[in-house]
């Protein structure tokens, strides 16, 4: 329910703009009249934000119906690029006033530092650039919406493709292997010639703001004070020297029960012994069936998943002509969350589930939160909720297998990926710093780059003789289109997960109450504050890396 503005307020330009200057024209006389200036602020730029949201989803469920992302790139344009300038100079009337530094220092100690940032990231002359990377941005998963293939005479989409890499037998899953990677390959030139308009948009912003590099812009602009560059070298080495190691022993067992010369990428998915998990049957069972895990950790948790069920806040299954991949979407001002999926009955869309619905929660816990700026959480936050989800969710899996060896082997898997993931992350990464500092490479030479990246973090497995499509294998991770340098927020969250399941086999209650107090912070504390509330360090040296990788390995074993 709105406190400061009518529930039928229009949005669009022209609205927008005039209440944006009134706020800026409104006096403000008291540290009091300071505070309900910033939540009213707030609330105007949550209306905007949710309509966004709207229209992405909308965007994103129908990709290939033009007129969605025509409206969505149409409101980002001609309402939030539009306003921004004037948001821009509220920010600066709220630094600027004589209250500010009288502010509580308990409730508003992050939103300073926050608004800060927000000020000095804020270039003018960037705004038209900003809208055309939008759009383009959103281009690479309408290319990929559309990308389907004839397998066994049938038409399958890309996700619903996957399964295959499941098949018991090889030649199947090798033939659906390469059919996904021919089929990126014949958008090869489009998704290429794409990125290379985003690389030069983005080199443009970055200089507009007196930046060397984009990469150097973009962390500043994502607001990450508690780490550099240099840090996430440091972690990229660490793996490499941790955990691809593990890796190289878990495949080599592998190949040897699978009986094959050598390990391709075709054999990773695929169980030794044949068995493929199928924990649910279709949406409505994945959705049943969470609630009830949900439900063990907290009834909140249930209760909240119905309600985003009867507001209709889910599109789950596959189908052709829907964007790919998996998110929640948390809906600002109605502070209910939107998940989408891609599911297709494996035991990784109902991992899946779980980790959106940690977003989810998230999104729940802050629900009372009237500072906008305290509930866009940044990804080193958020990621840790969902990531955490997964491995809590663990433990009442077997509402999704009654069969006993079913459910060990999909507690084998989850255990897995949780460092299987890490070598992925560093590649991604490591691979954005390159583009981003050495900018006046050709398409080949980036290619090339990315498949000597490859061979460094390589667990075990035998490229030879599809090199094109290792080296093109990034194409179709869509956050280096769509959101740079958003993506070693999974490595650095999936290390603090795995330290709070730790926690959670030794004091289960405890680190339930952590979890939800830690939801509860949104930003209003430092990223190191609240991994504190949530009952461990934010840490990612190689240090942690070599603990949290031998209790992986330890778990792996008891089962």
């Not at 330009?13 to 409104?26: D, M, V």
Request: net charge negative; glycine share 4%; with cysteine.
């Amino acid at each position: 329910m709105r406190k400061y503005y009518n529930e039928s307020l229009v949005v669009d330009k022209g609205n927008i703009n005039k209440i944006l200057e009134e706020l800026i024209a409104e006096e403000i006389n008291s540290v009091d009249e300071l505070e309900s200036f910033i939540e009213k602020f707030s609330e105007i730029m949550m209306i905007v934000d949710e309509l966004e949201g709207r229209k992405y989803i909308l965007m994103t469920r129908f990709a290939t119906e033009e007129k969605y992302s025509k409206e969505f790139n149409e409101f980002y344009e001609e309402v939030v690029a539009i306003s921004e300038p004037i948001a821009s100079k509220i920010r600066e009337k709220i630094y600027g006033t004589p209250f500010f530094n009288e502010l509580p220092e308990e409730r508003y100690e992050n939103y300073k530092k926050i608004l800060s940032i927000d000020i000095e990231m804020f270039e003018e002359k960037n705004i038209p650039l900003q809208v055309k990377e939008m759009e383009l941005a959103n281009k690479s998963g309408e290319i990929f919406s559309k990308m389907t293939v004839k397998f066994k005479e049938k038409t399958y989409t890309l996700s619903q493709m996957d399964k295959f890499l499941k098949d018991s037998d090889r030649e199947v899953r090798e033939e659906a292997w390469k059919l996904i990677r021919n089929r990126i390959n014949e958008d090869h030139g489009e998704l290429e010639e794409l990125f290379e308009q985003l690389k030069t948009l983005r080199i443009e912003i970055a200089k507009n703001k007196g930046y060397t590099n984009y990469r150097d812009y973009k962390h500043d602009e994502m607001g990450r004070t508690s780490y550099k560059p240099q840090d996430l070298f440091k972690f990229h080495d660490a793996v490499e020297k941790i955990i691809v190691p593990i890796l190289k022993e878990i495949h080599e067992e592998k190949r040897k029960k699978l009986g094959v010369e050598t390990l391709r990428p075709w054999d990773l998915s695929v169980d030794p012994d044949g068995t493929v998990l199928k924990p649910f049957k279709n949406g409505k069972d994945l959705l049943e069936k969470s609630y009830s895990v949900l439900g063990k950790i907290n009834p909140e948790y249930r209760k909240n998943l119905e309600k985003m069920d009867e507001l209709d806040l889910f599109d789950l299954e596959n189908r052709e002509g829907k964007a790919p991949g998996g998110y929640n979407c948390s809906l600002a001002e109605t502070k209910a969350p939107f998940i989408f999926m891609n599911a297709v009955d494996s035991q990784g869309d109902m991992v899946t589930m779980m980790h959106e619905s940690g977003h989810a929660m998230h999104s729940f816990a802050l629900k009372d939160e009237a500072i906008l700026e305290y509930c866009d959480v940044p990804s080193e936050v958020a990621e840790l909720a969902s990531m955490t989800m997964e491995m809590l969710t663990m433990e009442f899996w077997d509402i999704f297998y009654s069969d006993e060896n079913e459910l060990r082997k999909a507690k084998l898997e989850q255990l897995y990926s949780g460092i299987e993931i890490l070598p992925w992350v560093m590649i991604i990464d490591s691979f954005q710093h390159w583009i981003y500092t050495t900018p006046n490479h050709t398409i080949e030479e980036r290619d090339e780059k990315f498949g000597e990246i490859m061979d460094r973090f390589n667990t075990g497995v035998d490229w030879s003789g599809i090199t094109v499509e290792k080296q093109r294998a990034w194409l179709r991770q869509l956050h280096v289109f769509e959101v740079p340098f958003y993506y070693i927020e999974y490595g650095i969250s999936q290390l603090g997960a795995l330290s709070i399941y730790k926690n959670y086999i030794n004091d289960k209650a405890g680190t339930l109450k952590k979890y939800k107090d830690f939801l509860k912070l949104g930003y209003s504390k430092s990223v190191g504050e609240i991994y504190e509330t949530a009952g461990i360090k934010f840490d990612f040296s190689e240090e942690t890396v070599e603990k949290l990788g031998n209790f992986i390995r330890e778990e792996l074993n008891k089962l």
